[in-house]
């Protein structure tokens, strides 16, 4: 049976191809031109195919160099990111030193700029070093300060640097002046100061001083190593005594010498 049918199509071509080759050359033509149109939707699908599958593997092929595109971009984010960190530092710190050089231009005394270089980390609360030395000029004993108040004396001065003795050390006791009752005194490390750098104790004040908590300490010029006039601390605390001939204040240092970056050197 099957061979029957195959037999009766190949018949049936052979027939159909004699027809096409005795054709008239006009009758073919339309042929021709009718089953051409006939397969052209299946060789445009073809074409359609073949440019979807080119673009597919136009768009696959940079995707290392998309990549590498992007990691190059977050790099240059993160450049971008430190340089902005940067420059806000520096416009910190120009607007820092703009309001120091302000106040240095209305002190009394001729001041010396210095950067802080570093600090002995068993001491630190104590003391610190600075960039300046004998050669610029600094001597020991030279005071120290910043436009807050009082930072401390010159220690040591060597060639190129300096050690900073700060207030609240034991090597740098302050002889003030209490601005509201004109009380004298010295200040020097308390009990709370281990716990709290800022905190140091006013002592010899008169058994019967009125002192009072907020009033502000300045230099007296006593002693001939801090000129008159700095400001130092404010009293926190103050209990008189009684039956003793001095007594003591709490007082809160004006300076936070933790933060300090930069400090002014009175020039002998």
């Excluded at 049918?5 to 159909?16: D, P, R, V």
């Excluded at 699908?45 to 977050?74: C, F, H, I, T, Y």
């Excluded at 006013?202 to 001083?209: C, D, I, K, R, T």
Aim: glycine fraction near 8%.
């Amino acid at each position: 049976m099957f061979r029957r049918q195959h037999y009766l199509a190949l018949g049936l071509i052979a027939l159909l191809a004699l027809v096409l080759l005795n054709l008239p050359q006009v009758a073919s033509s339309r042929l021709k031109l009718a089953l051409g149109g006939f397969f052209l939707p299946l060789f445009g699908l073809s074409s359609a195919s073949q440019a979807l599958g080119q673009k597919a593997v136009d768009a696959g092929a940079p995707r290392a160099v998309l990549l590498q595109e992007l990691n190059q971009l977050q790099r240059t984010n993160q450049q971008l990111r430190l340089q902005t960190f940067q420059l806000q530092e520096a416009a910190r710190e120009n607007a820092r030193l703009r309001q120091q050089l302000l106040w240095q231009q209305r002190t009394p005394w001729k001041l010396r700029h210095a950067r802080v270089t570093s600090r002995d980390p068993a001491n630190w609360w104590r003391t610190l070093q600075i960039d300046l030395g004998t050669r610029h000029g600094i001597t020991n004993d030279a005071p120290v300060l910043v436009a807050e108040g009082l930072v401390g004396r010159v220690q040591r001065a060597d060639y190129t640097h300096s050690q900073i003795a700060l207030v609240g050390d034991p090597a740098c006791r302050v002889a003030v002046l209490v601005q509201e009752t004109r009380e004298q005194g010295i200040v020097v490390p308390g009990a709370a100061t281990a716990n709290d750098p800022m905190m140091t104790d006013l002592v010899y004040l008169p058994a019967n001083s009125t002192v009072k908590a907020g009033h502000n300490l300045v230099t007296s010029g006593l002693g001939g190593v801090f000129p008159k006039g700095i400001p130092v601390g404010i009293v926190t605390e103050f209990q008189p005594s009684d039956g003793d001939l001095h007594t003591t204040a709490r007082v809160r240092l004006m300076v936070n010498t933790s933060r300090l970056e930069e400090v002014w050197v009175i020039a002998p």
